[in-house]
């Protein structure tokens, strides 16, 4: 944990100081060695939330780029159930932040107890499985509604450089019969409406994201995240690219999680510590 209660004061580890939980109100020891990431754990070995992971330096890098209130606060359920979430914005919407795996259940479980959340998972593991392929235009444009692409995958090279075939020119595509298909060049004047939106591969997947019911941005460790979608007739898994910084600012003023970079807003210079303002 980042933070104890120090004095009835939310404080970050320091060497030799003692403190509690705000969670349980147990006994915090400060963890402060040469090699480690300083932290709480506490006195007894346990863990007030079944939910806690050991947290990296990538997980502490993605908790500090918002504002030391939004860190490490807890959520009760009426029926006293409580978890602490990694960040909660000042407009209600809970970040999760996600290194190691995780099962079904307890995707799950967080997703019903928190509802309005956002999960961010650490891609860096797994970077070399994932492929990204051609652009997909505005999925809202007219034209763009009529074509359906072919679903890309590694060896692939069609589809990874994008091929379609129209509903237009198949009104009859249910009954299981042939369509023309076409290529990417066909529609290249469609890609200038390009949003975001990329085909992408994944080797041996954690399924349990393509699964789940809160939006799914995947860090690989750069400037950008890319949110697992659906895209067209067909629900094609696709990406959506999105600047960090666009999620920063958008993370605090949107009041739902679905709604995170989806509109507009001028953003301002970044501050010295990187935090959006």
């Not at 990204?132 to 034209?143: F, K, Q, S, Y």
């Not at 999620?247 to 679905?258: C, I, K, S, W």
Request: proline share 4%.
């Amino acid at each position: 944990m980042q933070f104890a209660l120090v004095d009835d004061a939310r404080s970050e580890a320091r060497p030799g100081l003692k403190g509690v939980c705000s969670t349980c109100g147990a006994a915090m020891v400060a963890k402060c060695g040469p090699r480690i990431m300083h932290h709480w754990a506490h006195a007894s070995r346990g863990n007030c939330d079944p939910w806690w992971e050991n947290e990296t330096q990538w997980h502490r890098d993605w908790k500090n780029l918002f504002p030391e209130g939004c860190r490490e606060q807890t959520r009760t359920a009426p029926d006293g159930e409580i978890h602490r979430a990694d960040i909660i914005t000042p407009t209600g919407i809970v970040i999760e932040v996600q290194h190691s795996a995780m099962t079904d259940a307890e995707r799950q479980s967080r997703e019903a107890f928190y509802q309005n959340l956002v999960w961010i998972v650490d891609g860096r593991g797994f970077r070399n499985q994932f492929d990204l392929h051609h652009l997909l235009p505005d999925p809202d444009n007219e034209e763009a509604k009529d074509l359906v692409w072919y679903k890309a995958a590694r060896g692939m090279h069609g589809a990874n450089n994008g091929i379609f075939w129209r509903l237009s020119e198949n009104p009859d595509h249910g009954s299981g019969g042939m369509v023309e298909i076409h290529g990417l060049h066909k529609v290249q004047h469609l890609i200038e409406t390009y949003r975001g939106h990329q085909q992408y591969s994944w080797v041996e997947p954690r399924r349990t994201w393509l699964d789940a019911q809160c939006p799914v941005y995947i860090d690989f460790g750069d400037e950008w995240l890319f949110q697992l979608q659906r895209y067209g007739f067909n629900k094609l898994e696709c990406v959506y690219r999105v600047a960090k910084r666009k999620f920063l600012h958008d993370a605090m003023v949107e009041t739902q999680a679905r709604d995170i970079a989806t509109r507009f807003y001028r953003i301002a210079e970044s501050t010295s510590d990187n935090r959006a303002t």
